[in-house]
């Protein structure tokens, strides 16, 4: 069973930074991709950054140059690092995996596991 768990969302004010983490458990190799999503309310799920097994990354324009996406191969634990958040930003993120898509993927169909979500919440 796969399980992966975030952690790190929060509230925050317009400007400020989170570091949300993913650890991902219960598969017996690797993750091949591994991605955040968000949904804002009324909205549908958007892809925000994707990572491969390569380490080759791809980010969304709307967030390009404010976030950044890595993993801990060691830890099995994703990260984005978020910096001049806006309010614009405020969604339940979602971390995605998948051990055979290898690619850097920010379309959802990709990937077959996904976390419970934790909510960012920035004010203007």
């Known amino acids: 069973q796969v399980h992966l768990v975030e952690s790190g969302g929060g509230s925050v004010e317009a400007g400020g930074s989170l570091r949300l983490s993913c650890a991902a458990s219960?598969?017996?190799?690797?993750?091949?991709?591994m991605g955040w999503f968000r949904q804002a309310a009324g909205k549908e799920r958007q892809g925000v950054a994707a990572?491969?097994?390569?380490?080759?990354?791809r980010y969304s324009d709307s967030v390009k140059g404010r976030v950044t996406i890595s993993k801990d191969n060691a830890k099995d634990t994703l990260y984005l690092q978020m910096n001049s958040l806006r309010p614009e930003d405020t969604a339940m993120y979602y971390c995605?995996?998948?051990?055979?898509?290898?690619?850097?993927?920010?379309?959802?169909?990709?990937?077959?596991?996904w976390g419970q979500g934790t909510q960012v919440t920035v004010s203007a």
């Open positions: 995605a995996a998948d051990p055979w898509a290898d690619g850097p993927y920010l379309q959802a169909a990709a990937y077959n596991y």
């Open positions: 990572i491969d097994s390569k380490g080759n990354t």
């Open positions: 219960g598969y017996p190799g690797a993750m091949s991709s």
